[in-house]
C-alpha cells in the first residue's frame, strides 16, 4: 500500500466515528465497522461510505435498491466498491448513480457499473458528455437525468435533494445530493476538510463556488461527507472555512489584476500571504494561476474551453 493511501485509510479510520455527532438521534452510537476504509455513520440508518482510490464514495440503502454516489478512481477501485455494496446491502441492485463532478479520480470507475439499468444523475451541463459516454457502453442503456437546478428523489425510505450549482464552481458540473434523513451533504469537491479546494480545473470559478457554498449552507446541513479530506460531523464550519480560503484568494487576485500584476509576481506575492491554513503554498499557487490568466478586474472568470487558442510558438 503506497503513501496515499495509508493516509486515506487513515482518514477514513480517523473520520469513522466522527459523524456520530451528526446523528439524528442523540441515542444512536457510531457503529464499530467491520472494513477499514467503511464507515457507517449512523445505527440503523442504511447510509454508508468508504475510499476508494483517491476518493470517497457513498451509498445509500432506499429499500430494494441501492442510491450510490460517485463511483471510484478505477475499474479496480469500483470492483472494491461494488463488493462492498453487496455485502452491506445484502446484494441488493444499484438503481441510482450520482456523479458529483466529472474528475477521474472521483468517477473514472463508473464503467465498471455497466451493463446496468441504473439511473444516473448527472449536473445539465455535463450530460452531453455523459450521453456519449453511455452510448459507447455495452447492453441497455441506462437512464440519464441532467440537474439543471434540484431535484427531489423520493424512493422507498429515501429522500434526497440533488441539485446543480447555478454556475461553474470546483468544475463545469459540480453535483451535490443533501440526504433529508439524516441532514448529511454530499458535497464532492466543493467542500474538502483538511484538504486544500482546488480551482485547478480549467473550468473552475471562485464567484460561482462562492454561490455554490451559498446553496450548501441553505440545506442546513448536519453531516458532510466531501470526495477528498475527511467526512465532517459539523458541515457549517467546513464550508466556512473554504468560504474564508476562496474569498481570500478572489480578493488577493481582483488586487493583483487591478495593478496589471505579471503572473511570476502573482505567485512570488502569493506566498506572504496567509490565504487559507490548509492549502501548502505550492497548491495555491496552481490555484491562483489557474484563475488569474482567466479571470477579469472584476473576479469574473472565462472558462477555459472559452478562451481563445494559444497561438502555437514558432
Ligand atoms: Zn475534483
New binding site residues.
Given amino acids: 500500500m503506497n503513501r496515499l493511501n495509508l493516509r486515506l485509510l487513515a482518514a477514513a479510520l480517523a473520520v469513522s466515528t466522527l459523524p456520530a455527532a451528526a446523528q439524528p438521534k442523540p441515542s444512536v452510537k457510531a457503529p464499530a465497522t467491520a472494513v477499514a476504509a467503511v464507515a457507517q455513520p449512523f445505527k440503523d440508518v442504511g447510509l454508508w461510505y468508504g475510499v476508494f482510490g483517491g476518493t470517497i464514495c457513498s451509498w445509500l440503502d432506499a429499500g430494494d435498491g441501492v442510491f450510490l454516489i460517485d463511483t471510484g478512481s478505477s475499474a479496480a477501485d469500483a470492483k472494491a466498491l461494488r463488493a462492498e455494496i453487496a455485502k452491506t446491502t445484502k446484494n441488493k441492485p444499484v438503481k441510482w448513480i450520482a456523479m458529483t463532478?466529472l474528475?477521474a479520480?472521483?468517477n473514472d470507475g463508473l464503467a465498471s457499473f455497466f451493463p446496468t439499468d441504473a439511473t444516473i444523475f448527472v449536473n445539465a451541463r455535463a450530460s452531453a458528455v455523459l450521453v456519449e459516454f453511455v452510448g459507447r457502453q455495452k447492453g441497455p442503456a441506462p437512464n440519464v437525468i441532467g440537474v439543471a437546478d434540484r431535484i427531489v428523489l423520493v424512493a422507498g425510505k429515501l429522500r434526497l435533494e440533488i441539485g446543480a450549482p447555478p454556475a461553474n464552481a470546483?468544475?463545469s458540473s459540480d453535483l451535490y445530493v443533501f440526504d433529508a434523513v439524516t441532514r448529511t451533504a454530499f458535497v464532492?469537491?466543493l467542500v474538502t476538510p483538511e484538504r486544500c479546494p482546488?480551482l485547478s480545473?480549467p473550468d473552475s470559478d471562485i464567484k460561482g463556488w462562492l454561490v455554490a457554498l451559498d446553496r450548501l449552507e441553505g440545506l442546513k446541513p448536519v453531516g458532510l461527507v466531501p470526495?477528498r479530506g475527511n467526512p465532517a460531523a459539523n458541515a457549517t464550519p467546513e464550508i466556512g472555512r473554504t468560504r474564508h480560503y476562496l474569498t481570500s484568494l478572489l480578493q488577493f487576485l481582483i488586487d493583483k489584476k487591478k495593478q496589471n500584476a505579471p503572473e511570476a509576481r502573482v505567485s512570488g506575492e502569493l506566498a506572504a500571504e496567509k490565504i487559507g491554513e490548509y492549502c501548502p503554498r505550492e497548491l495555491s499557487a496552481v490555484n491562483a494561476l489557474s484563475v488569474y490568466r482567466r479571470m477579469a478586474p472584476d473576479g469574473t472568470t472565462l472558462p477555459g474551453s472559452a478562451l481563445p487558442p494559444k497561438t502555437a510558438p514558432k
Fill in positions: 463532478h474528475h479520480d472521483s470546483h468544475t464532492g469537491d482546488m480545473d470526495s
